[in-house]
């Protein structure tokens, strides 16, 4: 099976065709999340929009063959973004939804930080941060070689760009002109130390990718429509050149319990919450 964004459709039928899909993708999150008490919720709240995008809108794939050799490649480098993958894959139809109860039990494909010899349709092993985008370099570069046309993306986060070795493989991605590679930068301004731009800011983030030879694009990353303007925005940039989606997101999106709550990088959910934040995730949909 390919890509759901195979069939043409109009734009307001893709962008409700990812809405849909994002919200689904929250509660699946909420429901992993819950099986553990606590987790990294809030970054997956955050980017379940973006990773609706990317699912059901950008990418080429066989939901039953993850190995298919033309597939595009989608690498999570954050690993502990894991939980908001999950959803992601279950949404594409690679993995089954009942299987998401298992997230994080002894003997589950679904750890709670990302393991490719572990999960269908998980590129790359994530937990060093800073690590993703130069693999996605290295494939970039080595599918060009195959002629094989399939997009390598990585979703990366604003921590990551604290470190040396993405700057590196921006530097390297830039000099080999992979044009056939697109970043992925969740800016949610938050990290384990505290907030990004007090630990070390990346700002003007947008100037510092272009400088590096990318063709930059930032957005509102809770905002479907501006989503898919900014990856068809990319998609029409020089064959040639590295793109950059660089995406702010709030942290808890769509549960305004969450999305106020101090700490929210491990973030630890009281057992009454689980279904208020449901319950606000459907009011929210609603409206």
């Known amino acids: 099976m390919a890509a759901p ?6 734009f307001d039928e893709r962008v409700d065709t990812a809405r849909q899909a994002a919200h689904r993708m929250r509660h699946h999150i909420l429901n992993m999340g819950e099986a553990q008490g ?17 699912y059901r809108d950008r990418l080429r794939y066989r939901a039953d063959d993850p190995e298919w050799p033309d597939r595009d490649r989608f690498l999570l480098s954050i690993g502990h973004y894991a939980i908001a993958l999950y959803a992601a894959l279950a949404e594409a139809g690679t993995l089954d939804v009942a299987e998401l109860e298992t ?77 056939n590679l697109t970043a992925i930068v969740d800016l949610n301004g938050l990290q384990a130390d505290g907030p990004t731009g007090t630990v070390l800011s990346a700002e003007p983030v947008v100037d510092k990718w272009r400088a590096f030879g990318w063709y930059p694009v930032r957005v509102d990353g809770n905002d479907v429509p501006a989503l898919l303007r900014g990856f068809e925005e990319l998609a029409a940039a020089p064959a040639d050149q590295p793109r950059v989606l660089l995406c702010d997101t709030r942290i808890g999106r769509g549960a305004p319990l ?7 990088h491990f973030m630890r959910i009281e057992e009454h919450e689980w279904q208020l934040c449901r319950d606000q995730l459907d009011e929210v949909n609603d409206r």
């Open 103 to 179: 997230y994080g039990a002894d003997g589950s494909r679904l750890p709670m930080s990302g393991m490719a010899s572990y999960t269908p349709g998980m590129e790359i092993s994530g937990g060093s941060l800073g690590h993703g985008l130069t693999v996605a370099t290295g494939m970039a570069l080595g599918l060009r070689h195959q002629g094989n046309p399939a997009q390598v993306y990585n979703l990366l986060s604003d921590g990551e760009l604290n470190e040396g070795s993405t700057w590196e493989a921006a530097m390297g991605a830039a000099h080999h002109r992979l044009g």
């Open 38 to 54: 606590q987790g990294y919720v809030g970054q997956a709240l955050g980017v379940a929009d973006l990773l609706a995008v990317v």
């Open 258 to 264: 969450l999305e106020t709550r101090e700490k929210a």
């Open 5 to 10: 964004h195979a069939a043409p459709s109009s």
